[in-house]
């Protein structure tokens, strides 16, 4: 009968290695679970300094920005405009602690208010305290009026030729026009195409006296108007002055456009 005990004696020393291979791997994995668990508190400790100044920054120069921002607004008389603002934050604020006392904002000495770029320097009085400068440039999304159609040089806006459409005017450097009441009426001096945002310069007041033409001349004197008929020696829109040849007497005046035809003298007559 074949003997067994030479196969038994391997079996202890296959049950003590994978014992040991158990242990050495429970060591290395509860290791390395120590050393992240070291690594992530390290980097907890390091992290709301930094970020936090950061977030305070930020917070309190979108929220300066967005008054400034509502001012400008209720004091041209903006409706329906709405807006959003990229901060820009110097990267060494990530070396200031957080503030323990509330940001200040002020403008930098010198600085004019414009749109298409912000300025604040932000301080923080806490201790020996900090300061950064922050550039916001805002979005400002408004109404403005556009061509409806083709508008050529010379022709006068009626209220069909032209429409509002919402239009990015921070960047906006020629202006622009948010109330159509200021444009109808009003002569172009340039073609403009559809849906191109119209601008006070491609404007003018219409022509409401030509030359050579015959135009009724108001004299004022206390709280009396004179009237007679003139020639007007030049063509004059609203508020020019031009020469005026009166009729009856034959002398050429000085008056001022007043409307379609009409002309207003600069003294009274005998003066």
Not at 31 to 48: D, E, K
Not at 74 to 83: A, D, I, L, T, V
Not at 87 to 93: A, L, Y
Request: aromatic content about 6%; some cysteine; overall charge positive.
């Amino acid at each position: 009968m074949p003997s067994l005990k030479g196969k038994a004696c391997f079996l202890p020393k296959r049950k003590k290695a994978d014992s040991a291979n158990r242990f050495l791997f429970s060591t290395f994995i509860t290791f390395s679970l120590v050393l992240y668990i070291v690594a992530m508190a390290s980097s907890a400790s390091a992290a709301p300094s930094s970020n936090s100044a950061r977030k305070q920054v930020y917070a309190l120069a979108v929220e300066q920005a967005g008054s400034d921002i509502a001012q400008i607004a209720k004091r041209k008389g903006w409706k329906g405009y709405n807006s959003k603002v990229n901060v820009f934050i110097p990267n060494d604020v990530s070396r200031n602690k957080a503030c323990r006392t509330p940001l200040k904002a002020s403008s930098p000495a010198g600085n004019k208010m414009e749109l298409s770029r912000l300025r604040y320097d932000i301080r923080c009085e806490d201790g020996s305290g900090w300061e950064v400068a922050v550039t916001v440039k805002p979005d400002i999304y408004l109404p403005v009026l556009v061509a409806k159609n083709t508008i050529e040089r010379g022709e006068k806006i009626t209220a069909g030729d032209i429409e509002m459409k919402k239009r990015n005017i921070s960047s906006s450097r020629n202006g622009f026009i948010s109330n159509p009441d200021e444009a109808v009426g009003l002569t172009v001096k340039r073609r403009i195409r559809p849906l191109q945002p119209i601008i006070p310069s491609q404007l003018e007041q219409p022509i409401l006296v030509n030359r050579g033409q015959r135009v009724i001349m108001i004299a004022s004197q206390d709280g009396i108007e004179a009237r007679t008929m003139g020639e007007a020696m030049k063509n004059g829109r609203k508020g020019d002055m031009i020469k005026v040849k009166n009729l009856s007497s034959k002398k050429v005046v000085t008056a001022v456009v007043d409307g379609m035809g009409v002309v207003r003298m600069l003294y009274a007559p005998g003066q």
